[in-house]
């Protein structure tokens, strides 16, 4: 199984026509919201439903065109593929705390949630234009219980309403089976501190609730980090010079340990890197203390094949065989940047296939220049 998420603010740049269907069993489009009382709404409605995107279903008023036109034709195209609206994110889980918090709330929510994306009531759309784009949801609570973008917001109940919340909408989902002959599919993405998972997530009972679960097995370290490190590294290193130190591995066995069956688990990738500023020569600038100047520019691999990965950038490869991850270092400018090629790429889907995890997730698509979802796709069987 492959999944990838789809940016949709990305659609000017990277439209949903060049999207390597045959590659993928699953697109996750990114994202639905939230709103402040409670609802499920379109994270861009302009960009969803009303763009030109050079397909168009229906005419005249009420007729469907944006990225879900595309979608619904993508689809056409390839009928294997399953396409799961994400809602949340990292900006937009403000809401998910209040709406979780009763069953009436929660009801209102999934009406909602259902009402748009799996019977296609838009506003302005014509229902029969929009209906059959979506086959289920995927929720993206970033994050239950406390963290996240500053202004979310919290509540001591948090676990045990999102597993309520995910109860009440797999049984919506079945009602709604009974009725169109269609299975629909529920997932969610969770962070991969073991912290979180442990403490502000009853992850055994989400499992069995839901087809999968995402583990974002990626941005692992950042500015608060005490040094310089992977984000993304498949194993922990010893006598690494911090205490808290994530893997991959360490994410997946405390899954695993919490009661998770590997077939519910699966593996996120990250296509695009993260740098520091300011960072000693020594050791390369691997474990360097942090120097707090944690770059924003644009780090996709694509942009780093073109910009970092060329000898007049400055910069220097290496790969560390233990953590089995890639990072670059340019000792002139003092700049270490962690990513994802093509080589641990292998590795983690080789370690996923040998522990029977479903399959690997990536976010996301426009970050690619193809390498990476090539190397996935020539190890993991996309009917898997």
Known sequence: MVIAYYASWKAPVYPVQQIPADQLTHIY????????????VLGDPQLDLHQES???????????RGNFAALKHLKEQHPHLKILISIGGWGASQHFSPMAQTAESRARFIDSAISQFLLGSFPDIHP?????????????WEYPTEGGLEGNLHHPEDAQNFTLLMQEFRVALDLLSQDTGQHYELSIAVAAAPKRITNDLHLKDLSEILERI??????????????????NNLFAVEGA???????THLTVQTALR??????????????????WRGVNRDNNGLYQPNPGEFSDVDLSYRNLIDKYLVPESGFEPFYHL???????????????????????????????????????????LAQDNGELLNTIHQMLDKQD
Request: glycine content about 14%; charged content about 20%.
């Open 29 to 40: 489009y990114a994202f639905a919201h939230v709103s402040a009382d409670g609802l499920c």
């Open 54 to 64: 050079g397909v168009q279903f229906g005419a005249g008023e009420g007729s469907l």
């Open 128 to 140: 029969e234009n929009a209906i059959g784009i979506f086959d289920g949801f995927d929720l993206d």
């Open 214 to 231: 995402n583990l974002m097995t990626y941005d692992f370290t950042g500015e608060v980090g005490p040094v310089t490190t992977f984000h």
């Open 241 to 247: 010079p911090f205490d808290l130190q994530y893997s």
């Open 258 to 275: 919490l009661g998770v069956v590997p077939e519910k688990l699966v593996l996120g990738l990250p296509f695009y890197g993260r740098m």
């Open 322 to 364: 233990e953590a089995e991850v890639p990072y670059l270092f340019n000792p002139d400018s003092g700049e270490f940047i962690t990513y994802e090629n093509p080589r641990s790429i292998r590795s983690k889907v080789f370690y996923g296939k040998a522990r029977g995890l479903q399959g690997v997730m990536f976010w996301e």
